[in-house]
């Protein structure tokens, strides 16, 4: 017969309030900080435990408590919380190895309510009714959860990129993050800004494009319209912070987010993206469409602080406009 399963069991006290379940793993269990990780990447830790404490073998057993999950070493614990620790005799525990960039992105920040991503271009950022088993960011995503040991991972996708678009991504781990981060894109308070670089001279150095927009069933393009009641309304802004060779580097803020919208308006004006093959044409300077999504601010759903997250120009924008410098275009 194996040998029986070890079970420590930790009630956080008032002076620990707030503090992460790392630390008082550490400090009341007596473990290491690397085996207090790895005790959670293991699933050793549930909690926290329902029912009054009490006393002696059958102490904590209310009602039941998951697991924690793998990673979520930073959980804040509350006073008078109770988490089970069930310890296998002679196993060693340690944490597992932070997830290694996957092919296509790169995790910017992680945690327990949200994870911020860099997506880099040529891949797709969600699935859709008509590419639904096309390999994507979100599938990509999910299955790196679930190599982490997360049994039934959970994304809610706040906003989407163009698969040749690079850039951050903003995604939920829970449903109230994703409520509290949906309102915040509903009223118009999440920030959002690209670099673009634009065909011609973008004129005047600062402005503003706002239509309504609608797919061309012919082409499935989108487009503005001005016949009354139709599209969605889309809004983007600009400023000029380069001028160079045959085109214009942009800071571009979305106030609305439409598919293609900032390429559409710009296409429109004249001004189509360099590399844009749908709205424009190819570059033999890029091999995609030259956006990125540099930049978001927004309110942290559950701690309620503004937080921002940037993400440096890749290689090929900045190859691009280097090139456009040496009048090379």
Known sequence: MPPAVETVLIEVAAEDSGRTLQAVLHDHG????????GLIDAGAVRG??????????????????????????????????????????????????????????????????????????????????????EDSLVGRLLESERERGVRNPALYALNRLDRDTSGLLLFARSRRAFEGLESQFKTRTIERLYTAVANGAVEPDQGRFESRLVEDPRNLRMRSTRRPGEGKEAITEYRVTERLTGATVLDVR?????????????????????????????????GRTALHARSLRFIHPVTGKPVVFESSLPRDLRLLIKTLRRGEG
């Open 48 to 133: 926290p435990l329902g029912g009054a404490p009490g006393h002696g073998p059958g102490r904590g057993r209310g009602r039941a408590a998951g697991a924690v999950a793998p990673g979520d070493y930073a959980r804040r614990v509350a006073a008078g919380e109770r988490y089970e620790i069930c310890l296998e005799p002679g196993r060693r525990y340690r944490p597992k190895p932070p997830p290694r960039p996957g092919p296509g992105y790169r995790v910017v920040h992680g945690e327990r309510e949200l994870l911020v991503v860099e997506k880099q271009p040529h891949l797709l950022s969600v699935p859709t009714p008509l590419r639904e088993k």
């Open 254 to 286: 979305l106030r609305t987010g439409r598919r293609n919208q900032i390429r559409v308006h710009l296409a429109e004006a004249g001004h189509a993206l360099v590399g844009d093959r749908q709205y424009g044409k190819p570059s033999r300077l890029i």
């Open 30 to 37: 007596g473990f290491s900080h690397g085996q207090a990780r």
